[in-house]
């Protein structure tokens, strides 16, 4: 009596199949239990990951990357394995009928469809496609039979309904679950429009896979679907950073979307405290959760969880003008203001470090517990470091634990933190980035100098060191105490690496930070310029010593061979200012295989630099006042990082627009071009800014 036969006839299923309802009297358990025994399945269960229907939510929200800031890449986030075993549809025959229908044909008939559907699974396990597909075609003749039999009962629906979402057939799986909604009892609407949510949430996630392609797609089309996705989960903390993510991506073309791009990540923030807190509440904490933005020492003192041991400095504004080169190949002068603020050593007892940036918690039995973020908020992705509770995805079921990478719905295997009395931490968001190491890691280790000096006892948490040309260890190599002596003996390893959750726990913990700067663009995660500058003294004093109009150096930092922001025929653009270089200059491609203290002295050695945004500019740092900067680079605010460390140390800079990217992947696109306008005309203007250095020199 219902056209049901074009949405089922046909299907298909690859068979995510759960061997693991628990115990009951009901006849699909009995038989379920009985084809267990005959197939000699339980040993093998044991084996299996056994999810019950409350947790399977959790393992479909991973992070997205997008963290797609630059280099972060977007992950699968419905993840359904076509080998894993047996069938959660057992389950849902139980939690919809709890007993028989009355007409022993129906009830034969939605046995029938568990029953085919885990020979089926069976077979296809064994290596046999074609006898797995006749199985499942029995299975949908017995949907089919059964709903001409009794066509308004919720059982077959429902089964049919998981068997399709466990099949990827997310659209008719939707259908399914409406329609066991609309014959269900009220007693078990809950759990359906559960399981219809699951499955919808599946529909956009595979489609804003589908679209973004890991980050080769079409980001502006992503994005509709990271939205459907928040239409269903309107509180994920992931879906909000993510959706904030390709925002951020796509405002390379509009500029707009920053401000809500920020908002969603400040509401991300919250969410993720409300999951963290709830995940405290399992154990003995009854405390109110607290989220004290930007690491302020007056948050701390709010709270009455610590103090400030060191501050220095006041509000500073440094006024500057730099150029702007547009697609038509012109270049513009713009005005930029930056505002260094405080900067402190902060002393907080009682606290745990979680996750791979190592954000900071205070968990409490009693009155608030709070989470710290540093000068990197919102970007700082909070959900991605704490351990939390899906609250977002519960429904009228007890949440499960976010753990992504990980077993759905499991709390995630981790090793003891580490037990401090006091320590010191310079662990920071993206602390194994070149850029935020270099710029925000080092100018915090900056800031406890003088307290080492004091303190010659003090241990300092820093990244385990796991790139792969050990760049942090380089650096920190080259940062001396006060007096001149090795740091190296002061530093522990912290894992910068891996899921969320606590990994070192500290009676006293010293934590070094400033106020966000503040600027006439979006700022992102800017170091105060007077650390900037102190940090070129200490890495590269010589640069300081003689001006860049003396220097005769033009390097040329190349991204060939990276997987995202290469640019279009480089080798063609190099050979091109090659040829357009006054007298006197030469040029030198740096392909970032120099160690740390060879790299900054070239850089220090430079008149100009020219380069494509990415993390190897950030060794400007050693550069010397006046030297001229080429950034090729995008017109999002969001990614003015070397405008600001331009402008703290006295560089020339010039931003040279590419082409906005017709995928809209922003800075993450893999290719860049540069506009035909700027291709002819950034050669001389490179020779023009040389040309006016050399004759500043000579005046």
């Known amino acids: 009596p219902l056209p049901l036969g074009d949405i089922v006839r046909g299907l298909n299923f690859p068979f995510r199949l759960d061997l693991c309802a628990p115990p009951a009297t009901t006849r699909a358990a009995i038989l379920l239990q009985a084809w267990v025994s005959s197939h000699d399945l339980r040993q093998s269960c044991a084996h299996i990951s056994c999810v019950d229907s409350r947790s399977t939510m959790a393992g479909v929200l991973k992070g997205a990357g997008g963290r797609a800031r630059a280099g972060r890449r977007h992950r699968s986030v419905l993840a359904l394995s076509p080998l894993v075993l047996l069938v959660t549809a057992a389950g849902m025959v139980q939690m919809v009928s709890g007993q028989g229908s009355g007409n022993d044909v129906y009830d034969t008939h939605c046995k029938a469809i568990i029953h085919h559907a885990m020979l089926g699974a069976q077979k296809h396990n064994a290596g046999d496609p074609t006898s797995a597909a006749a199985e499942i075609e029995l299975a949908l003749e017995s949907f ?17 309904g998981q068997a399709l979402h466990n099949s990827n057939r997310l659209a008719e799986a939707v259908k399914m679950w409406d329609l066991a909604l609309k014959y269900a009892p009220d007693r078990i609407r809950g759990r359906i429009e559960e399981k219809r949510l699951f499955s919808l949430y599946g529909m956009h996630s595979m489609a804003r896979d589908a679209a973004y392609s890991d980050a080769d797609g079409n980001v502006s089309e992503a994005l509709v679907h990271a939205r459907g996705q928040l239409g269903v989960y309107p509180t994920s903390p992931v879906i909000l950073h993510d959706i904030s993510t390709l925002m951020l991506m796509v405002a390379d073309r509009d500029g707009t979307l920053i401000s ?19 995940a405290q509440r399992l154990g003995e904490t009854r405390c109110t959760a607290n989220l004290a933005v930007d690491g302020q020492p007056e948050a701390s003192a709010t709270v009455s969880v610590g103090s400030v041991v060191q501050t220095a400095g006041e509000d500073k504004t440094a006024e500057s003008e730099v150029v702007i080169v547009s697609d038509s190949g012109s270049p513009a002068i713009h005005a930029v203001s930056y505002t260094e603020r405080r900067t402190f050593v902060a002393s907080l007892r009682s606290v745990e470090m979680s996750g791979k940036d190592g954000v900071i918690t205070a968990p409490r039995r009693t009155g608030p517990c709070t989470v710290y973020t540093d000068s990197s908020f919102p970007f700082l992705d909070v959900g991605m470091n704490l351990e939390m509770l899906s609250l977002w995805s519960a429904g009228q079921n007890e949440p499960t634990w976010y753990n992504p990478g990980g ?12 037990r401090h009395d006091q320590v010191a931490s310079i662990v920071s968001f993206a602390g194994l980035s070149f850029y935020h190491f270099v710029h925000e890691v080092l100018p915090r280790l900056l800031l406890l100098r003088p307290l080492l000096a004091e303190r010659p006892d003090l241990k300092v948490l820093t990244c385990r060191d796991t790139t792969s040309n050990k760049f942090p260890s380089q650096f920190l190599a080259l940062i001396p105490g006060l007096d001149g002596k090795s740091l190296s003996h002061r530093f522990v390893d912290y894992e910068c690496r891996g899921r969320p959750g606590p990994r070192a726990r500290a009676k006293t913990l010293l934590y070094p930070g400033w106020d966000p700067v503040r600027s006439s663009h979006v700022p992102h995660c800017l170091a105060p310029h007077s650390l900037v500058r102190e940090l070129r003294g200490v890495l590269a004093p010589q640069a300081v010593a003689v001006d860049a109009p003396r220097r005769s150096q033009v390097i040329f930092v190349s991204r060939a061979g990276m997987r995202m922001r290469q640019l279009e025929d480089e080798a063609g653009l190099i050979d091109r200012i090659t040829a357009a ?8 491609v740096f392909r970032g295989d120099a160690s740390a203290a060879n790299a900054l ?38 990614a003015r990082h070397y405008t600001s460390v331009s402008v703290a140390l006295g560089l020339d800079y010039t931003l040279v627009l590419v082409e906005v990217d017709p995928l809209d992947r922003g800075v993450s696109a893999d290719i860049v071009r540069l506009p035909a306008a700027t291709l002819e005309s950034l050669p001389s203007l490179v020779r023009s800014k040389l040309v006016g250095l050399r004759t500043r020199s000579d005046l």
């Open 144 to 160: 089919e039979a059964a709903v001409l039999v009794v066509p308004d009962q919720p059982q077959a629906y429902a089964n049919a």
């Open 260 to 278: 809500g791009a920020v908002e969603l990540l400040e509401q991300a923030a919250q969410h993720a405290v409300s999951g963290w807190m709830a």
């Open 407 to 418: 077993r759905p719905g499991s709390r995630a295997e981790m090793p003891l933190p580490s």
């Open 581 to 588: 270089l006054p007298e006197g200059y030469s040029l030198e």
């Open 601 to 638: 002295n070239l850089f220090s050695s430079a008149a100009a630099v020219i380069g494509v945004h990415g993390g190897a500019l950030s060794n400007i740092v050693a550069c010397a006042e006046g030297t001229a900067i080429f950034e090729i680079g995008f017109r999002t605010e969001f």
